[in-house]
């Protein structure tokens, strides 16, 4: 009886444990998430969302259990092109993404804020920090991405800084008149003010072919993007003129998708893309210098441009920054205001812009 007795115990015991593993197995939800880029894995920032965001994010939901990612991840054009992410979140071809904000000036001319204050930061991470705390402050930019159908997370910054590569030689800012210049939006704006400089839009896949094929003599973009792309091939001069770190990335989500999301995983996903934010703009920094190193033993030759012509380049430019924010002030926005407090922001991370953009506002 005894015996009988045991067994029963432990045959009910049991149950209740595969009972209680089975109820906690149920209880766990998978959500099935499409993550999107236009550009291809290699490229820097995308290459980190597959191999830290993506990672962390289920680290983080394991800790409860209560819900699963099942992710699928489509990047090179295997839905959108560079230019088509935000489209592509917004019809909701994909749920997660990383927008390239630089092609979408009309849509979300706020993510324009570092693009018109060149010559100030050249630190990623700090540039990284300041959009971001712009964002909080001021809902202008989480507001133009809900028009697009979309919820902000975080900001990129992928490149420590823009520099100038070239066919043939560029010692000075002379030898940057009459040339045509491969950009990506708001860094044509650079060129006004040298005599002859033409800016031709394109994205950063296309330069090499670009350059390659006589459509333009150089490019803006920043070593570690023409190590990863072969420039040094294409245009084996670097005129080194720090023209500064731009936020060029923001993650976003499908607003429909994310009004479906519990909100466990809505924190998780936003604490995460700081993390991001954060881990890309160091990998930025940290790969700036053995890019650079990359492109010279790849046959690049690198001329580093003086203070006396940076000032002079800084100078010689319209005040786009301030053309950028009264077109904001005009629609409603509050463009001056965040100029004024991006400025200072970047002034007290220990910044010292060649020319004081936020300055020159006038009521």
């Not at 400089?197 to 896949?205: E, F, I, K, N, Q």
């Not at 720090?242 to 604490?271: F, I, M, R, Y």
Request: charged residues 20%; proline residues 4%; negative net charge.
């Amino acid at each position: 009886m005894k015996l009988t007795r045991r067994i029963a115990l432990a045959t009910g015991l049991a149950m209740g444990v595969m009972s209680a593993l089975g109820s906690a197995a149920v209880a766990q939800e998978t959500i099935k998430l499409t993550a999107i880029d236009g550009y291809p894995a290699r490229a820097m920032w995308v290459k980190e969302f597959t191999g830290f965001f993506i990672p962390r994010v289920n680290e983080e939901l394991t800790k409860s259990g209560n819900y699963k990612i099942e992710w699928m991840e489509a990047y090179g054009g295997q839905i959108v092109k560079p230019r088509g992410v935000l489209e592509g979140i917004k019809l909701g071809l994909g749920d997660i993404g990383i927008v390239t904000t630089i092609f979408h000036n009309s849509a979300l001319p706020s993510q324009g804020i570092s693009a018109v204050t060149p010559f100030v930061a050249a630190d990623a991470r700090v540039v990284a920090k300041a959009v971001d705390e712009i964002a909080k402050e001021f809902p202008q930019m989480g507001a133009e991405l809900a028009a697009e159908n979309q919820v902000y997370l975080a900001t990129g910054v992928v490149l420590d800084t823009y520099q100038m590569f070239s066919k043939t030689p560029v010692n000075s800012l002379s030898d940057l008149e009459g040339l045509k210049v491969a950009g990506a939006g708001y860094n044509l704006r650079y060129l006004e003010g040298i005599p002859g400089a033409a800016g031709v839009r394109g994205g950063l896949p296309n330069f090499y072919n670009m350059l390659q094929t006589g459509v333009v003599d150089a490019a803006m973009l920043w070593p570690e993007a023409a190590k990863t792309f072969k420039i040094a091939e294409v245009a084996p001069y670097m005129l080194r003129a720090d023209l500064g770190a731009v936020n060029s990335k923001t993650v976003t989500v499908n607003a429909d998708v994310w009004a479906g999301l519990p909100d466990e995983v809505k924190d998780v996903l936003q604490a995460v893309a700081i993390e991001y934010r954060d881990h890309v703009a160091g990998v930025a920094m940290d790969r700036a210098a053995e890019s650079l190193q990359a492109y010279k033993d790849g046959g690049g030759t690198v001329v580093e441009m003086t203070a006396e012509e940076r000032q002079a380049w800084a100078d010689a430019m319209p005040n786009i920054a301030v053309s950028w924010a009264k077109e904001i002030d005009s629609a409603g926005g509050p463009g001056s205001a965040m100029l004024a407090a991006y400025m200072d922001k970047l002034k007290a991370a220990g910044m010292t812009p060649l020319r004081d953009w936020a300055g020159e506002l006038t009521n």
